[in-house]
């Protein structure tokens, strides 16, 4: 697969083999802290029509598949089919298709879903695309359908468990090059703002839970999907001539280093906090 750098309003990431393993690690460690891939208050039966949107590598929907009836129907949504998982390794009720979750849903689809799933839209969309992703999804849903949205809090990511005296330098600085890469490109959303803009764009009954990602288990796991993901993100940044302090490809991969050493060493840790925010269609 050959990197794929995509423009403002779209995913800061390349997508390539390596980043379709971070994101299959990480989602595995974001589930270890929130245990469940349907929120509890969405009724689930044996004919459910579920669509994820942003669905990358599949590996919500693939998941999903294995713990709902085979009756129910998923289908996956992407602006890019460079990670979706071959036919024949997935079950028959799985498709997948090629879509921007900004644009129009082709009229087969609208009104039609029991549940929309979106995740990590964090480094997709810029500030002014939350509401109008929120309202164009759910024209998806049918009246008392729930939109379910799982993403994390990336501007407030810290590091903890730093040895008294000893700062992780270098983790430091990768993640404030990030952020400040992030905020140069207008992806600065505030996830806190979430369930008000579901209030806002009409749908009812809904809520927000927050899923704090310091389980011990995870710890050296989620570092790595931290890390990787800030060299992507920059990877991605430095193709689009948009970070400055870069000047080669070669510095970003000395940085990954650096940041995985700082971490190893004092045996410290990234932690943020990851919201899962559901709103039912009236």
Not at 201 to 210: A, M, P, Q
Not at 263 to 277: K, P, Q, S
């Amino acid at each position: 697969m050959s990197d794929q750098v995509q423009s403002h309003g779209e995913y800061l990431l390349v997508r390539n083999i390596a980043e379709r393993d971070r994101l299959n690690m990480q989602y595995k460690a974001w589930q270890a802290n929130i245990g469940y891939l349907l929120h509890p208050a969405i009724k689930q039966h044996d004919r459910m029509r579920i669509a994820d949107v942003g669905t990358g590598t599949g590996i919500w929907l693939r998941e999903l598949a294995a713990a709902l009836p085979s009756t129910c129907q998923l289908d996956g949504f992407d602006l890019s089919d460079v990670m979706f998982p071959h036919k024949d390794a997935l079950p028959e009720n799985i498709t997948f298709h090629h879509q921007n979750f900004l644009e129009p849903f082709p009229d087969e689809y609208l009104g039609e879903y029991d549940v929309v799933n979106v995740r990590v839209m964090v480094v997709a969309l810029s500030s002014d695309e939350w509401e109008p992703a929120v309202r164009n999804l759910m024209t998806l849903l049918k009246p008392g359908g729930y939109l379910q949205w799982i993403d994390c809090a990336a501007h407030e990511c810290a590091i903890k468990g730093e040895p008294e005296g000893k700062r992780a330098t270098d983790a430091r600085y990768g993640t404030d090059l990030f952020l400040r890469t992030l905020v140069s490109l207008g992806k600065t959303p505030n996830i806190a703002t979430l369930r008000g803009t579901f209030q806002k764009s009409g749908l009812e009954s809904c809520e927000e839970r927050i899923y704090t990602l310091d389980n011990p288990a995870t710890r050296e796991d989620l570092n790595l999907t931290v890390v990787v993901g800030i060299q992507h993100v920059l990877t991605a940044a430095f193709k689009m001539h948009k970070l400055n302090e870069i000047q080669s490809m070669d510095q970003i991969v000395s940085l990954r280093e650096a940041m995985l050493s700082d971490l190893h060493r004092l045996g410290c840790y990234y932690c943020f906090d990851v919201y899962v925010v559901v709103g039912r269609k009236i």
